[in-house]
């Protein structure tokens, strides 16, 4: 539904659902890789709507430029670094 509707570059699934146990209470953790010129609180709302009615899972959503992923990516315990480092790809954009 985010990679149709969105079309972002990459989706990272971090968080318990990616690194331990999740359980019934935990949510799902995404980090979306896109091009945007909207600030980051608007980035995951505008891509919220997309999600509004489908998702029975409560969602936490990151969604980072490919510029501000770069800015992070040596910074070695930086919270993208971690996720860019152990999350779970989920989606990329090969086109």
Known sequence: ???DNYN??????FGSHAYGKPTK???IDLLVVKDSNLPRYKRARELRKYLWGIAETPM???????????E???VK???ITRIITNGHLVYENKG
Do not use: G, R
């Open 77 to 79: 315990e930086s919270f």
């Open 25 to 27: 209470k935990s949510d």
């Open 1 to 3: 539904m985010i990679a």
């Open 60 to 70: 936490d959503i990151l969604v980072y430029t490919p510029k501000e992923i770069a």
């Open 8 to 13: 972002p570059e990459k989706i990272i699934l």
């Open 72 to 74: 992070w990516k040596n």
